[in-house]
């Protein structure tokens, strides 16, 4: 298949090509024509599916062939998103891709000033992407206007509810018309998420590229809290201790990966690795011979592991854990195949406990802690709970002193 036998016009194919991409992923085979034929979509998918460019072609598409006649302060496609960074996301897409077409998009979140917002508004838009709190601001202040509003794009809209957003997303769907399309893209989909879906979607398309979660259940996890500079001796330790047979270990940069497999040599240890700036002859080598089972250790990062299709593999080692959460099912889907016991264990420093509440977020569990005798952390890891936020240890109550000792040295100061 190929986008432009989905029926795409050319300068959405050219510029697709130009931008490397040869044929549509599962989601967007299946998204591209229901978009095109205005049909309500929803869709369970994760970053890396290639879900944005899912929605964002067809989109264009349908604008491009309807022509620009977007009035003032009016938007023709609302695409709501959780995060700022998600909103610059997407938007760059809708950029990418609609390069060559004669359409107005803009972007609108929080936390900088709601003016420039206010004047890309004026004269219309054929496409906003906004995070819900910003785009009710300026509703509000009657910058934006949604009588014109066609299709209405809820993207990661379980992180939305994570965040709490469910609220200013009620105020934002009671404020659009009741006739439009709705594209839903979820990773995962909780009973509020369906139960959202319910009230806001008519005879939608299910398209659910990579079920999600199940694969993580039947897997044992846990989580061994330890100070940064000790992974690498604590990996060894674990090694010896737990016997492990093959182990795929993820470290989050390409150095790092390096590096590990040098200690390990150190120490005797082999290991092979793959990341990106290893060519692809000698990745795929290490990976044969870590599947025949020659080299018992592969470290990899995850751009380089994505789509390992490897059988019986029982254990992963998260010696860092992911910076994006989903890549945490991604790597600890590498185990447990077929219905196989797997394990996955994470190393996880202070610093990494954000990256943790959101795994915990994402997988909705409390990952286990079980620390490990003589590598008990100096930095403890700050505990998380059920709503994946880190909860703080109480302040030191502040010298009492402090500003009177400034007063004094200012005081003998200005006696000089
Ligand atoms: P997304 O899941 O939308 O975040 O997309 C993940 C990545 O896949 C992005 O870097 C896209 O540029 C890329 N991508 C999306 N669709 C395709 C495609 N059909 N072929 C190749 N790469 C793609």
Redesign the pocket.
């Known amino acids: 298949m190929s986008f432009a036998s989905l029926g795409l016009i050319d300068p959405l194919v050219r510029t697709l090509d130009a931008l490397?991409?040869?044929?549509?992923?599962p989601v967007?085979a299946q998204a591209i024509p229901a978009v095109l034929a205005r049909r309500d979509v929803m869709a369970a998918a994760q970053?890396?599916?290639?879900?944005?460019?899912g929605f964002a072609v067809p989109l264009l598409h349908r604008l491009t062939m309807e022509g620009p006649q977007v009035a003032s302060n009016c938007v023709r496609v609302l695409v709501l998103v959780p995060t700022r960074e998600l909103a610059e996301q997407v938007h760059d897409s809708f950029k990418a891709y609609g390069g060559a077409l004669p359409l107005r998009t803009h972007v609108a979140y929080g936390g900088v000033s709601i003016n420039p917002q206010m004047m890309k508004l004026r004269k219309g838009l054929d496409v906003l992407v906004a995070t819900p709190g910003r785009l009710l601001d300026l509703h509000r202040q009657n910058a934006v206007r949604f009588e014109q509003l066609q299709t209405l794009v809820l993207d990661e809209a379980d992180r939305m509810l994570d965040l709490g957003f469910a609220r200013e997303l009620d105020a934002v769907f009671s404020a659009l018309p009741a006739k439009r399309q709705t594209l839903l893209f979820s990773a995962t989909f909780s009973d509020e998420i369906r139960a959202m879906a319910g009230r806001l979607l008519t005879d939608p398309l299910s398209i659910e590229v990579s079920p999600r979660n199940s694969t993580v259940q039947k897997i044992r996890q846990w989580v061994v809290p330890v100070d940064k500079k000790r992974k690498a001796e604590l990996f060894m330790h674990l090694l010896q201790k737990k016997r492990w047979g093959q182990v795929l270990v993820f470290v989050k940069t390409r150095k790092g990966v390096e590096v590990l497999v040098d200690a390990l040599a150190a120490h005797g240890v082999a290991a092979d690795s793959i990341h990106g700036d290893k060519p692809q002859p000698a990745r795929l080598r290490a990976l044969e011979r870590f599947k025949a089972g020659q080299c018992k250790i592969l470290v990899a990062t995850d751009v380089a592991a994505r789509g390992l299709d490897i059988d019986d593999l029982p254990q992963v080692v998260n010696f860092d854990l992911p910076i994006v959460a989903e890549d945490y099912i991604h790597r600890t889907g590498r185990t447990g195949r077929a219905g196989n016991a797997g394990e996955a264990v994470s190393l996880v420093c202070a610093d990494e406990v954000g990256l943790l509440a959101a795994i915990e977020v994402l997988t909705r569990q409390s990952l286990e802690r079980i620390e490990e005798a003589g590598f008990e952390p100096e930095h403890r890891v700050p505990a998380t709970n059920s709503a994946g936020h880190i909860v703080k240890k109480p302040k030191k109550p502040k010298k009492p002193r402090v500003k009177d000792e400034v007063s004094t040295i200012d005081v003998r100061f200005a006696r000089r």
Do not use: V
């Open positions: 490397g991409y040869a044929t549509p992923t967007q970053t890396g599916t290639g879900k944005t460019a």
